[in-house]
């Protein structure tokens, strides 16, 4: 007969096992075993505190909220260790690479150049959870360093240091200090800097890219997204020196506004950045890059900078590149780039332009190493416990087209028209039988990447309009104008080589719960508001 109080049986006989004289007593004690501790709800038992784990980390719970913590950063966590472990088996190979050419023939040099451990700095550690994960989840990691300003986040994550086993009371330092302080006074010293601030990282950019090492890695997150993706303007541009456009493509905006305000900070000491990964997801966005020191490169960091020009009424945009290369110079450097791409005036729907940026215009993703992260999480599935979010998000930035900045869309492009939308596969068919290429984009689910021109796009659109009339509509609206105007060139939608999506796995999975997002400041309670029933 089946137990009504609502456990398992197996606890149940395991209690009855370790005390056979009583059956009574053996069922009291699994009951109140049961009723004071959760699978998925953690609490206290027998007096000790209440803890939690994600992946092989284990912290006690705070709800007091005095230390930070966020359950749905787990995707964010988890991205970062898949990352952090093929990081480290890429500093081996390139390690082994320079011995074998024979670099480090020199016994003096060999033993300075020795191989060690990568060394890691959390600059914000808060819980100590990430810092710990690393520490008992990554092969070959060297010592992990926590860093926080907050008396309270150190002592926490002292004792969650203890908590867990003794190799993360080995491998993770505690430190009580200002982060930016503890960065400026530490240069080149650490391999991996990890900074995920609650809100904007701008404070800290300057003294983190001196904190790394020469090829070190850099994880960088940012959830000041109504700043970042255009809901205050002018608050962007004094915290990352950019201006954001508001469209579809905010949030990948985003992304590049953030990496170019990174490469800022590293030319002022001569060095620059290689992206390695950069995603939104959830609330916030992350970028992984390597840093480098080349005072020649530096020289070239304009042509990966560009300016932004965008329809107001259309929403075409165009991008211009702040640098340009003199082709009669063999010495490649960069010069100030010519005037204008645009006219005064759309030629498309004859609006004004306005201009935003400067944002990062190379290339976002390393798409060799996004595919070798993501074979990688494939093998190691069990270890992550997000391990459907963010295989699903690299499978997407594993298929973009590295070489289109932003993107249009779909539905965007439509209501424009005012007209019944194509299918995916058809716009993807029709500008690939042009002669462009397409992707999709990990940013949106009915992003466009390609690095087709807005005119051509448009005037699949108008062919599109011509099988499937619109009513006419009168005035100056973006849409009448456009569809005013002749196409240029006979659209083919039949289905092209490439442009249907395999259904193989999942490329948006949905939120595991309800509420998934930020949560409030550490020390801060969100306010209740009582309804007045009277």
């Not at 670099?103 to 060690?116: F, M, P, R």
């Not at 240091?161 to 491998?171: D, E, F, G, V, W």
């Not at 100030?336 to 290339?363: D, L, Q, R, Y």
Request: glycine fraction near 4%; charge should be positive; proline fraction near 6%.
């Amino acid at each position: 007969m089946p137990l009504a109080f609502g456990f398992s049986r197996s606890r149940f006989f395991k209690c009855c096992i370790n005390h056979p004289a009583n059956p009574v007593i053996c069922l009291c004690l699994a009951f109140s075993s049961f009723t004071s501790s959760s699978p998925s709800e953690p609490s206290a038992a027998a007096g000790r505190p209440a803890t939690l784990r994600e992946g092989r980390a284990e912290i006690f719970t705070d709800e007091s909220n005095s230390v930070f913590y966020n359950k749905a950063q787990v995707n964010n966590r988890d991205i970062s260790i898949a990352v952090l472990r093929s990081f480290i088996s890429k500093r081996r190979e390139e390690y082994l690479v320079r011995s074998t050419k024979g670099e480090l023939e020199d016994t003096k040099l060999s033993e300075q150049a020795k191989y060690e451990e990568p060394k890691v700095l959390e600059a914000l550690a808060a819980s100590g959870l990430r810092a710990i994960r690393y520490a008992l989840e990554v092969d070959g990691i060297g010592q992990v360093t926590a860093v926080d300003n907050n008396e309270a986040a150190v002592e926490a994550c002292k004792k969650n240091i203890q908590l867990n086993c003794s190799l993360a009371s080995s491998k993770v330092v505690p430190h009580l200090a200002d982060a930016r302080v503890y960065m400026l006074t530490h240069p080149k010293e650490f391999d991996v800097v990890d900074l995920d601030p609650y809100g904007s990282p701008a404070a800290f950019l300057d003294s983190a890219v001196q904190c790394v090492a020469d090829g070190g890695l850099l994880m960088c997150s940012a959830t000041d997204m109504a700043v970042l993706a255009g809901g205050n303007a002018e608050v962007c541009f004094s915290k990352y020196g950019s201006y954001p456009l508001r469209g579809k493509h905010c949030h990948e905006m985003a992304l590049r506004i953030l990496l170019a305000c990174i490469e800022s900070h590293a030319i002022r000491h001569k060095r620059h950045i290689v992206p390695i990964i950069s995603i939104h997801m959830d609330f916030y966005i992350r970028v992984f890059v390597r840093i480098f020191t080349s005072a020649s490169t530096v020289k070239s960091s304009p042509l990966k900078l560009a300016h932004v020009y965008q329809c107001i009424g259309c929403c075409s945009f165009h991008l211009q590149n702040i640098g340009r290369i003199n082709l009669k110079d063999k010495r490649n450097i960069a010069l100030p780039n010519f005037g204008f791409t645009v006219p005064e005036e759309c030629s498309e729907c004859a609006h004004k332009f306005v201009m935003g940026g400067p944002i990062w215009s190379n290339p976002i993703h390393d798409k060799e190493w996004a595919s070798c992260i993501l074979s990688n999480i494939h093998i190691m599935r069990d270890s992550y416990p997000a391990y459907a979010k963010i295989s699903a998000i690299l499978t997407l930035v594993s298929e973009e087209l590295p070489e289109a900045p932003l993107f249009v869309s779909l539905h965007n492009l439509c209501a424009i028209l005012k007209c019944t939308n194509p299918t995916m596969v058809m716009l993807h068919s029709a500008i690939r039988n042009a002669g462009y290429q397409t992707s999709g984009s990990h940013v949106h689910p009915l992003a466009l990447k390609t690095n087709a021109p807005m005119s051509l796009i448009w005037d699949i659109m108008r062919c599109w309009v011509n099988l499937h009339p619109v009513k006419h509509r009168t005035g100056n609206h973006p849409g009448n104008v456009i569809l005013s105007q002749e196409p240029k060139l006979q659209a083919n939608f039949s289905q092209a080589h490439g442009a249907s999506v395999p259904r193989k796995c999942p490329r948006f999975v949905p939120n595991p719960e309800k509420f998934w997002g930020p949560r409030p400041k550490a020390c801060r309670h969100p306010k209740i508001f009582h309804m007045d029933k009277s």
